[in-house]
């Protein structure tokens, strides 16, 4: 079975704590995304990543932390200096192939800070 | 700064009815425009999509509208179906050769009533 992978699928913190994301894809896709999802605004990018070793800033990257070590994993870290960091997470790819603007998307992960 | 507005908010359609969702766009430079259907608690999945060369896009039920010189693009659901009930969200994109940034809308909560 092809697809993207993410894990958990609901997370709590407390306060202070970071957390890490998981987020795998067996697509062979080359690039990879962070997005928050929050009731009523969309989706927003965090970070992205087009190949190993090598990411960009979203446009609302603060308060968070990527790697992309493997071509199949890129992680995200939710740190304490998030203010907000409740919301739903979702993880993306893209092919290197003919459909290069088409995202596939992972089944999201909820993060509930107590 | 919101580059794609999307429009209504919520919809409420009968079984058989037309839902039609709009979008807004600013930069000229989008050169692809998908729209995904995310069911509550998955992540987003690609419906459908048109470049700006065509003016209409037909899939089964699901119809894109394109009008390159009002910036606007619309998404048309015929016979509305009760599992067609789901937030539908348009994207655009511009493609950089090697992986592309969508800039989504705010999304539109759709019902389909018996």
């Known amino acids: 079975d092809g697809g993207i992978t993410q894990s958990p699928k609901y997370l709590f913190r407390k306060e202070g704590q970071n957390v890490t994301l998981s987020c795998e894809q067996n697509l062979n896709h080359d690039a990879m995304y962070w997005y928050r999802q929050d009731p009523g605004q969309g989706l927003r990018l965090i970070y992205y990543s087009q190949i190993v070793n090598d990411f960009q800033k979203g446009d609302i990257a603060e308060g968070y932390s990527v790697s992309r070590e493997k071509k199949e994993s890129f992680p995200l870290t939710v740190t304490s200096a998030q203010k907000n960091p409740t919301a739903f997470y979702l993880c993306a790819s893209i092919g290197s192939g003919t459909r290069k603007d088409t995202q596939y998307f992972g089944p999201g992960t909820r993060l509930t800070v107590l | 700064q919101q580059q794609v507005k999307q429009s209504p908010q919520s919809l409420i359609v009968q079984k058989g009815g037309i839902s039609i969702i709009n979008c807004a766009y600013e930069?000229?430079?989008?050169?692809?425009f998908p729209w995904y259907q995310q069911f509550p608690g998955k992540g987003p999945a690609l419906l459908i999509a048109?470049?700006?060369?065509?003016s209409e896009k037909k899939e089964g039920r699901f119809t894109i509208s394109f009008n390159k010189s009002a910036k606007q693009f619309s998404l048309h659901i015929m016979d509305s179906q009760p599992g067609d009930s789901a937030t539908y969200f348009c994207a655009a994109t511009i493609n950089t050769g090697t992986a592309s940034k969508l800039t989504f809308g705010t999304g539109t909560r759709l019902q389909v009533t018996l």
């Open positions: 048109i470049r700006p060369d065509v």
């Open positions: 930069n000229t430079a989008f050169d692809y």
